[in-house]
């Protein structure tokens, strides 16, 4: 008798984030300047948010198109609209007006949260502060995403033509974020700055993982501006699974061919280091194929 494998039920990266946010209600989830958001905090944000979604006529399967910078703002809105059983669909925040309507129009958006004034949307628009400073609803509710049920709708970068929707299921991001965490070896001990874009799929794919691990991100607004504020930038040297610590030894680079370009140059990534080499556990991911650790 053949036998077979026995049936897992695949659990959702929110289902997962809500169980991490139970367990260590005060450890922090995200850091955006001075602000810091534990994972209490976020979990009420994500549900009471989603309730305002929600009383805004957003439904499971309806597409949500979010356009903001990296602040806590698009983690809670990326959850609550997965809470929903609605499909995300997060997009930089520099993309010009005339691509956000013609996105809009792709996705057959029912509601645009964006943080500056677009004409010609052909769809509701609010922006995320006004969603999310919403009183009209805020009970909580148990969430409603399904694994085989579609999580995100992720346009390329179109870079070599229009841009294109990228169709992913709750059981796709999982298994993405479980192989990406197993890869990099991330913990949730570290502490991981993230300048990327969170409409990326390298800087998405590090949100994803933080409900994997349940480990702190910081998030950043783009590379140059937290180079530029690093200081006296030191240069550390990198082993060969691409991560670097300071050191008393020679601050020469020692290239890791998985993780520099040819040049063996790497700036970026050691100015991060050196502006957050006060905090333990340290990963730098600035679209390299390790982060900086």
């Known amino acids: 008798m053949k036998n077979h494998p026995r049936k897992v039920e695949v659990k959702t990266l929110l289902a997962n984030l809500l169980a991490i946010a139970k367990d260590h209600p005060k450890r922090i989830a995200l850091r955006s300047g001075n602000d810091a958001v534990t994972y209490e905090e976020f979990r009420a944000k994500i549900l009471s948010t989603a309730a305002c979604l929600r009383a805004s006529g957003v439904a499971g399967g309806d597409r949500v198109l979010i356009c903001a910078g990296n602040t806590p703002i698009v983690p809670i809105l990326y959850f609550a609209v997965h809470a929903l059983g609605a499909i995300a669909a997060p997009v930089a925040s ?3 007006d005339s691509t956000l309507a013609t996105l809009v129009a792709d996705a057959e958006a029912k509601l645009a949260i964006i943080e500056k004034a677009v004409k010609g949307m052909p769809c509701a628009v609010i922006s995320p502060t006004e969603l999310l400073g919403d009183t009209r609803s805020r009970e909580e509710f148990e969430p409603v995403c399904d694994a085989n ?3 995100d709708l992720l346009y390329t970068s179109g870079t070599t033509g229009r841009k294109k929707g ?6 796709n991001i999982m298994a993405a974020a479980h192989n990406i ?13 993230v300048p990327l874009p969170l409409s990326h799929s390298f800087g998405l794919g590090r949100l994803r993982s933080l409900a994997i ?3 702190s ?3 950043e607004q783009g590379v140059g501006r937290t180079c530029a504020g690093a200081g006296g930038i030191r240069h550390y040297p990198a082993n060969d699974r691409g991560s670097a610590r300071p050191s008393a030894g020679s601050p020469s680079l020692h290239r890791d061919r998985q993780c520099f370009d040819e040049t063996g140059d790497a ?6 280091v050196a ?10 991911n600035g679209g390299l194929t390790h982060g900086f650790h």
């Open 94 to 96: 520099d993309t010009p």
């Open 149 to 151: 049920k579609v999580a």
């Open 275 to 284: 502006a957050y080499a006060h905090m333990p556990s340290l990963w730098v």
């Open 267 to 272: 700036p970026v990534a050691y100015g991060y």
């Open 213 to 215: 691990t349940g480990h």
């Open 217 to 219: 991100l910081v998030l």
């Open 181 to 193: 965490t197993e890869f990099v070896g991330n913990g949730p001990e570290d502490i991981e700055v």
């Open 166 to 171: 990228v169709v992913l299921t709750h059981a």
